[in-house]
């Protein structure tokens, strides 16, 4: 679908832009601590990332998420190639958009891109419960 695909292109196009301005965190360890500090809005996993890392990932963003105001939400509709190609990094698995200039964008995009697939592919155990509203 048309649609799809122009969203999807903006939603990569806008963490591109992201990370130049310096609002993505990438890598394992760097995304755990930027969960554990509170500063993840989103959490954006690669659809083929391993179980094991994004497990990990995904249990501490519930726990450090229940004592927050705000949990991160989870974003896991591109492949580790199309993010890699958006941010111009090698081996984009594990990212993380921290709140900043585009996260009220990025909101907007990723929610008309939620319309036509969802966000978290099944299995993952992300629970909407754990997907409070990113602060705009």
């Known amino acids: 679908d048309t649609v799809c695909l122009l969203l999807r292109r903006r939603c990569l196009d806008l963490l591109g832009m992201a990370r130049r301005?310096?609002?993505?965190?990438?890598?394992?360890?760097?995304?755990?601590?930027?969960?554990r500090s509170?500063?993840?809005a989103w959490l954006i996993e690669a659809t083929d990332s391993a179980d094991d890392g994004r497990s990990k990932i995904l249990a501490l963003?519930?726990?450090v998420g229940a004592?927050?105001?705000?949990?991160?939400?989870?974003?896991?509709?591109?492949?580790n190639e199309d993010l890699s190609l958006a941010l111009g990094l090698e081996n984009a698995v594990h990212l993380a958009l921290v709140n900043g200039k585009r996260i009220r964008r990025w909101n907007h995009e990723?929610?008309?891109?939620?319309?036509f697939v969802p966000l978290v592919p099944?299995?993952?155990?992300?629970t909407e419960g754990a997907q409070a509203t990113a602060p705009d």
């Not at 004592?67 to 492949?79: D, E, I, R, Y």
């Not at 990723?110 to 319309?115: A, D, F, I, K």
């Not at 099944?122 to 992300?126: A, V």
């Open 38 to 40: 509170g500063k993840v």
């Open 122 to 126: 099944p299995g993952w155990n992300y």
């Open 21 to 35: 301005e310096g609002e993505i965190i990438s890598g394992f360890e760097k995304v755990m601590a930027g969960i």
């Open 110 to 115: 990723v929610t008309r891109l939620s319309g």
């Open 61 to 63: 963003a519930r726990a």
């Open 67 to 79: 004592a927050q105001p705000v949990s991160p939400k989870l974003c896991g509709v591109f492949s």
